[in-house]
C-alpha cells in the first residue's frame, strides 16, 4: 500500500513539473479594457454582443474582439491605459485582436487594419508591446514611437514621425527609421524605403490631437490614478483641488448647482457582465472605473481619487448623496443594449460662437476648441450663461446623445422618465430614441 500512494505521488510531481513551462503562457490575461476616448461623425463598432456594427460614442469601453469602422466623415480615437493612442481616420476598419497583460506587468496590444488609415501614438512602457497587423506584414513596437499607416488596395506605406519602426514581412523584417516612409507591395511582398514622409491632409489632426494630449497631461495632478488615460480631459475639462479632510478632489467646470454625474450617458450591455455605465461627457472615463463621486455642500459633486480600478461594468459610486437624489440603477429590462441617459443641458453653437450653460459640465465642448474654459465657469456661475468662439475647426462629434442618434426602441432602445423622481424608472432618466442604424 505504502509503496502504490508514493508511485501516485511521484507520478503527480512528474505531471506538475512537467506543466510548469507552460504556467506563463495560460497567465497572460485578457481581462484590459481601453478607451474609446473619440468619436466624430460617423462610427460603428461590433462588441460582441450578437447586435452587429452599433453606432460607436464616446467613452465606451473596449475589449479584445472588438471592431471599429468609421464611414465617410468619421474620425476616432482609442486611448490605452499609459496614453498610447491609435486613431483612425474616414473609411478606416480595424479588429482589436489582443488586450492582454502579462505577470511581468507588461501590455501587450494588437490590432488588425483590415482598410483605410491609422496614426499610432505609441508611449512604449517597459515590456509593453504594440502590434499592428496588416496585409501579410505587422508593425512590431516595442519602443516609443509615432507612426501612419495608409492600407490601399496593391500597397500599404508606413510613415514614422518619432522614433523608429519594425515590420515583419514575410520575407523579412524591414527597419523603417525616424523621418523615412516604407511602400510595401500586397502582391509580391517587395518594399521601397524612402528618406522622407509625404505629407496627408489628416497629419494635422492627428498632431493636434497629439499636442493637446501632451499640453494637458504635462499638468499637476498626474498621479492621481493607477492609469494615465483621461489625465488630459480632466485637466482641461475641469479642476484639481484639495479640501482639508478629503484630499485631493476634481470637479468640472460648469457643473452648477443641481447637477448630477449620472446626468448625461448611458447603459451600455456586455456579454457576461450585464450592463455598465458609460458617461456622455468628454472627461468621463476615470472617474467612473476609479474613486468615488462625493457630494460635498459647499462645493457639489467632487470627484475623489483612490480605491481599486472597476472593468467595463462598472457602476456608480457615491457618497453623502443630497436629499431627494435618486440614485442612478442598472437597467433590469432584459434584451436591451444601449440605454441613453438625457437629462442635462449642453452648449448651443451659432456658426463660430457657442453659449455654454450650468449643468452641462463640458457637454459637446470638443478638446481644446474653446480656451479659458475656468474663467467662462466663473461667467456661467455669476451670469447663467457665457458665450465664447470655437477656436478650433473639428469635424462635429456623433452626437450620440441627441435624438435621432440613439437606438431604436425596437432594436434596443428603451423610452424612460424625464428623471425627476416621479417614476420607478427615473434613475435611468430620459431616453432619446431614433435610427439604430
Known amino acids: 500500500m505504502f509503496c502504490s500512494r508514493c508511485s501516485r505521488q511521484l507520478l503527480f510531481v512528474a505531471i506538475v513539473v512537467g506543466l510548469l513551462p507552460a504556467i506563463p503562457c495560460l497567465a497572460d490575461s485578457q481581462a484590459r479594457i481601453v478607451r474609446l476616448s473619440d468619436v466624430q461623425g460617423d462610427v460603428r463598432i461590433d462588441r460582441n454582443t450578437g447586435q452587429g456594427f452599433e453606432r460607436a460614442f464616446l467613452n465606451l469601453p473596449i475589449t479584445q474582439g472588438a471592431k471599429i469602422r468609421t464611414g465617410e466623415n468619421g474620425m476616432a480615437e482609442l486611448e490605452f491605459e499609459d496614453g498610447s493612442s491609435l486613431r483612425l481616420t474616414p ?58 499607416i495608409a492600407l490601399g488596395n496593391a500597397d500599404a506605406v508606413v510613415a514614422v514621425f518619432k522614433g523608429e519602426a519594425n515590420v515583419v514581412t514575410p520575407t523579412g523584417p524591414v527597419e523603417v527609421a525616424k523621418g523615412h516612409s516604407a511602400s510595401f507591395n500586397l502582391s509580391d511582398d517587395k518594399h521601397r524605403l524612402a528618406n522622407d514622409v509625404d505629407a496627408d491632409p489628416y497629419d494635422s489632426w492627428d498632431k493636434q490631437q497629439s499636442q493637446y494630449q501632451q499640453q494637458y497631461s504635462a499638468k499637476s495632478y498626474s498621479n492621481y490614478s493607477p492609469y494615465a488615460y483621461g489625465t488630459s480631459d480632466l485637466n482641461y475639462y475641469g479642476n484639481f483641488f484639495s479640501v482639508p479632510g478629503y484630499g485631493t478632489l476634481w470637479q468640472p467646470y460648469f457643473a ?44 457639489g459633486w467632487v470627484w475623489q481619487p483612490g480605491g481599486a480600478w472597476m472593468g467595463s461594468n462598472a457602476s456608480p459610486t457615491f457618497l453623502n448623496p443630497p436629499t431627494g437624489f435618486v440614485a442612478p440603477r442598472a437597467p433590469t429590462i432584459p434584451g436591451q443594449r444601449v440605454i441613453l441617459v438625457d437629462r442635462g443641458p449642453r452648449l448651443t453653437q451659432n456658426g463660430s460662437k457657442v453659449e455654454i450653460v450650468g449643468k452641462s459640465a463640458g457637454l459637446g465642448i470638443p478638446r481644446g476648441s474653446v480656451r479659458g474654459l475656468s474663467q467662462l465657469s466663473e461667467q456661467v456661475e455669476q451670469r447663467g450663461f457665457a458665450t465664447t468662439k470655437v477656436h478650433s475647426s473639428s469635424v462635429p462629434s456623433s452626437g450620440w446623445w441627441h435624438g435621432g442618434s440613439g437606438p431604436h426602441p425596437a432594436a434596443g432602445g428603451w423610452r424612460g422618465a424625464s428623471g425627476s423622481g416621479s417614476s420607478s424608472h427615473a434613475s435611468v432618466g430620459h431616453v432619446s430614441a431614433g435610427a439604430h442604424h
Open 91 to 148: 473609411h478606416t476598419a480595424i479588429a482589436v485582436t489582443e488586450l492582454s497583460l502579462r505577470d511581468s506587468g507588461g501590455k501587450l496590444s494588437g490590432v488588425h487594419l483590415e482598410q483605410g488609415m491609422a496614426y499610432i501614438n505609441f508611449f512604449g512602457g517597459a515590456d509593453d508591446e504594440f502590434d499592428v497587423a496588416f496585409a501579410r506584414e505587422t508593425l512590431a513596437l516595442k519602443h516609443a514611437t509615432h507612426v501612419r
Open 256 to 299: 452648477g448647482a443641481g447637477w448630477d454625474p449620472w446626468m448625461n450617458g448611458a447603459w451600455a450591455f456586455s456579454p457576461g457582465m450585464g450592463y455598465g455605465w458609460v458617461s456622455g461627457y468628454p472627461w468621463g472615463w476615470t472617474p467612473y472605473h476609479y474613486g468615488t463621486w462625493n457630494y460635498l455642500p459647499l462645493y
